[in-house]
């Protein structure tokens, strides 16, 4: 969490994008095993590592997304690369590595993202239900005043080949206006697309003006129409913080002019 704080601070305190920012972040936690994103991600039935990302840019609104995408270590770059095109918003499976190969960005071997870890867990799941979780998020206010926002997933372990979670979706696992906020979830994704949280919880914060009570009653939302667990974390255009979760873990860096080094809440 420290590193990929870090990583995008260096480039916001160079004056860089928050877009940038926030693809940074998520790369080096999608490189990092320990989290369900990149490699080290939850299996599908199949045995298999099937992605799902989004990052938006919220002045113009521009966004890009990949969902059940095979073979790519940095699923957040990708959607990063459909947002800079500007055609398409969502692109999925082998239409998503097609779009790839065309914009450079090299296919890994399906086994490099599997983890020995992962394949005890698939194996497990004979016998029990995983609820393995660990998507990966962030959110970044830069110079300019311009919010984006990303999320990175695996999903969830033992999902059905081609299952899409919310972490692709805008406006459900990723949004950001730049005028009111940013916001990335993590959790139940059947959940989270239910009630549209991210966008949801961008409509609390215009109305409330308080980021920490935003994401407070965001997740009571999820949890009691939704139907099921999770978090997210929030940025509003002031550069205050808020985060909130109903599991029983959810990591969490801040970093700020104020604050200096990365502050972990837990």
Known sequence: MRAAALA????LSAGGAALDAVEAAVRVLEDDPGFNAG???VLNRDGMVELDASIMEGDRLQCGAVAA???V???ITLARRILDAGRHILL???GALAFARSAGIAECDPAALVTDRQRRRHAERAARRSTIGGTVGAVALDRSGTIAAATSTGGTAGKA???VGDSALIGCGTYAESSVGGVSCTGDGEAIIRVVLGHRTLAYLKDAG???YAAKVAVDLLVEEGRGQ?????????GRTGYAYSTPLMPVAIMSPALGEPRTPF
């Open 161 to 163: 080949p081609g299952r």
């Open 39 to 41: 490699r080290g991600s």
């Open 92 to 94: 999925v499976g082998e």
């Open 8 to 11: 995008g601070w260096r480039i």
């Open 210 to 212: 308080d980021p920490e």
């Open 69 to 71: 995408v095979p073979r």
């Open 73 to 75: 270590a940095n699923p």
């Open 230 to 238: 999770g978090g997210l974390i929030l940025l509003d255009w002031r």
